[in-house]
């Protein structure tokens, strides 16, 4: 299945908010408006679970083939599977950008890569899966519409990254501190629902 290229307002409504597909300050504003879902007697168990899983793929705009195989890097790696599949998809590029406030969605960010307006440590990098590093400097190219419009991202949202402004060249350098802790994800998911999901799927 490709990319759910859709309207996203429909996913919205029947996920609850999803921070990677409309702006920080729609998101804050509503987050505390979202119910719960009600969902019904019948496969309730899976139901959870799917919804949770349907949640991480459009927040982060992935296919299933891409979630499936970042569930193999998971179980592989050390420690807890659910938190190490968080911090894959938060290292992402295009995610990275999201979070330095460079884009306003992540389907936009994604845009920016795809485009070849983001360089990361001085190298032009278009994919926008590139797995971001600690100590990785990530830059714009001298666009003033960029310096104008992107604002600097406070420490207390994203404890792992670090932006400034360079008046002098007009360009922006956000950079990579540490990997993300499992506090300072965005989206509100419990991702054990979404291991044992795929356990008894694959």
Do not use: W
């Not at 330095?100 to 994919?127: C, E, F, Y």
């Amino acid at each position: 299945m490709s990319r759910y290229r859709g309207p996203r307002l429909k996913k919205i409504r029947r996920l609850q908010a999803l921070p990677g597909l409309v702006t920080q300050s729609k998101y804050k504003k509503n987050r505390k408006e979202n119910k719960k879902i009600p969902y019904r007697k019948r496969n309730k168990e899976y139901r959870v679970r799917l919804v949770e899983k349907q949640k991480l793929r459009f927040n982060y705009g992935l296919t299933e083939r891409q979630l499936v195989r970042y569930m193999h890097i998971a179980g592989k790696s050390k420690g807890s599977t659910g938190q190490v599949l968080l911090q894959l998809l938060e290292m992402r590029l295009d995610n990275i950008v999201f979070r330095l406030n460079m884009a306003s969605t992540i389907p936009g960010a994604r845009q920016l890569v795809n485009h070849r307006h983001i360089l990361v440590n001085g190298h032009i990098v278009d994919i926008p899966s590139y797995r971001c590093k600690p100590r990785d400097i990530i830059t714009t190219k001298n666009h003033e519409r960029f310096f104008k419009k992107i604002e600097i991202i406070k420490p207390e949202k994203s404890k792992h990254l670090s932006i400034k402004k360079d008046y002098k060249v007009r360009n922006f350098q956000g950079q990579v501190k540490k990997i993300i802790d499992r506090s300072g994800v965005l989206l509100k998911i419990k991702e054990s629902l979404v291991v044992e999901y795929y356990s008894r799927q694959i």
